[in-house]
């Protein structure tokens, strides 16, 4: 299973929140080292030998503290993480089956339980693509997971799209992925660009799933400890947070 799985983590955007000029975002530390090496960290515990890692803004600092551990490939316009997952499309070896992808700011919390579930379960049911949710009581900031009266996942919506009514649910997307490579390469070049940030979204996917009456699945994991990292006050939180998971 495992040699059959790529895994890529997201580590270019700019962070424009956190207002780090000199360093990308998943270099700072979290306690006791950089918040991206927890996710490589995990990985490498769950035995994937084969970790992509998209870099992109101040990447330097990304590869000076990831050098042996990962291979590397550049996003050179910061263009969504659709795009970024594109460009490390070329670098997944020919016999991979499937891909697991991270985001570097967000993914220092998950467990290795968690992640072995949701690549368990995404082969199990031969699905085009299985995609954790998590319970958060304040869910602000993040996609909403609608589901049908069975229980079927309809959409993802994201907290500027959702109506009040939807903003109250607090099953949510926190961007943890198993893919099919045929899927994504069949759906990644068909992404449509947002006409308000013109950028190229991963959860467009999810969409494009659905209307094409592919196999999408989820992992409930329910309620557990995350927290995403976009902003000082953030980080703050996640310092307070990590030493409970």
Same mark, same amino acid.
């Given at each position: ?40 960290? =995990?990985?490498?515990?769950? !035995? ?6 998209? *870099?992109?803004?101040? @990447? $330097?600092?990304?590869? %000076? ?66 995609? =954790?949710?998590?319970?958060? !009581? ?6 909403? *997971?609608?589901?049908? @009266? $069975?229980?079927?996942? %309809? ?84 310092? $307070? ?5």
């Amino acid at each position: 299973m495992k040699d059959n799985l790529v895994a890529i983590i997201l580590a270019a955007g700019k962070g424009k929140r956190m207002k780090s000029k000199t360093v990308n975002k998943v270099t700072l530390s979290l306690v006791d080292k950089p918040i991206i090496l927890y996710t490589v960290d =995990l990985l490498s515990e769950l !035995e994937i030998k084969n970790i992509i890692v998209v *870099v992109g803004f101040a @990447k $330097n600092s990304v590869t %000076q503290i990831l050098k042996g551990k990962v291979s590397f490939v550049e996003q050179k316009k910061r263009l969504g993480t659709a795009h970024a997952v594109s460009c490390a499309v070329s670098k997944i070896p020919p016999e991979t089956k499937n891909v697991l992808v991270l985001n570097g700011d967000d993914s220092a919390f998950y467990s290795k339980e968690i992640i072995k579930k949701l690549i368990k379960k995404h082969i199990a049911t031969d699905s085009s693509f299985t995609f =954790l949710t998590i319970q958060k !009581e304040n869910p602000f900031g993040l996609g909403r *997971v609608i589901r049908d @009266k $069975n229980e079927n996942v %309809q959409a993802v919506i994201e907290e500027k799209d959702a109506t009040i009514k939807q903003r109250n649910i607090k099953e949510v997307n926190p961007g943890c992925y198993v893919f099919n490579v045929s899927f994504l390469k069949k759906y990644l070049p068909k992404v449509r660009k947002s006409p308000v940030t013109h950028e190229y979204y991963l959860t467009s996917l999810i969409d494009m799933g659905i209307k094409n009456n592919e196999k999408i699945d989820t992992l409930a994991a329910g309620d557990f400890v995350w927290q995403g990292v976009n902003t000082k006050e953030e980080l703050e939180k996640a310092q $307070n947070l990590i030493s409970k998971v």
